[in-house]
Each structure stands twice: as C-alpha cells, then as structure tokens.
C-alpha cells in the first residue's frame, strides 16, 4: 500500500513485526514503543540521506536530538503484526527539522501518527547551530513542497507546541 508519506519521500516504507517485548499485558504495542519505530525509521532515512547517525555521533561535530515528539494511536498494533512506518519531511528550518510518520498495518489500515523535532547542536558546548547546509538540503528535496518553497507547511493551530518553530534547546 502506497501511502502519502511513501510518495513524497520516495523512500521504502520501514517495517516491523510488533515483538512480544514490544506488547503489553494485552497483548498490543506498548504506547511508548512506537517512539522507538519512530526512530528506527528515522535512521533509515537519515543513512538514505547519506548522514548515517553512527558516523555523526563518532565524528563528535554534531548532534541532532530530539526537542519534541507527539503521537496519536487510532488502532492497536497487536503482537505478531506486520507495521509499515511511512516517514515525511514535515519542515526544515535553519537549525531543526520535523519528521512526521504513519503507521499502517499490512492489510494497508492506518494505525498510527507521530511528529518529532530534531535540532542540531554542537556536542561538545552544548549549544544550538544552523543544521549543515546539504543536510537541510537533502531533507528539502524528500519533500517536493519544501524544495520549491524551502520552507514548512502552516502550524495545525495556535496551540500546536513547536509547530514550524525553532525549539529552544
């Protein structure tokens, strides 16, 4: 099943089998669990991009952590599933980008959103910095809107926290 996510970025959908240490008492993926998805996905992408995480945290000149992350659940994720997570390039700003995913089930049913932010920081002073020109780059171009415009898209609300924004790190 091609999911939006898929189309834009271009990149195969991560996949799963929801792992008996990964459910709870009954029996469905443990809510925090699906962070840890989120984030295997994520390193997919990023060695996609040519930015494998383990060489950037060998080579100390840059970090990008986490600054914020939200999921909705719509269907439990039940031990023995097969999950595809789709992931987009939400935004890219000048030091932080957003990274939305979606969860779907083999049988193609949609299961489960999550955003996070990343920002980059300098590891050795403990402070904010501009995220690395071809980085920003080839984050842009996963996603046709930013490349044309090199911006994200509208905060979903007022009350959205960090939504298109620069975290404070």
Known sequence: MATRATAVTGSPPHRFRVALHDS???????????????HDAYEDLMEALGWRLDALIRA???ALP???AEADYRLPLRHGETVEVAVEVLAVGTRSFTLGYRFSTAAGAF???????????????????????????????????????????????????????????
């Open 24 to 38: 709870d008492a009954a029996g469905v993926l443990f809510f925090a669990h699906l962070f840890r998805h989120a």
């Open 60 to 62: 100390g000149q840059l």
């Open 66 to 68: 986490l600054v914020h």
């Open 111 to 169: 299961a489960a959103t999550a955003r996070t932010i990343h920002a980059g920081l300098d590891p050795h002073r403990g402070c904010p910095v501009k995220l690395p020109a071809d980085l920003a780059a080839a984050l842009r171009a996963r996603n046709p809107a930013l490349a044309e415009t090199g911006s994200g898209p509208k905060p979903r609300s007022a009350g959205d926290p960090g939504a298109n924004a620069e975290p404070a790190v």
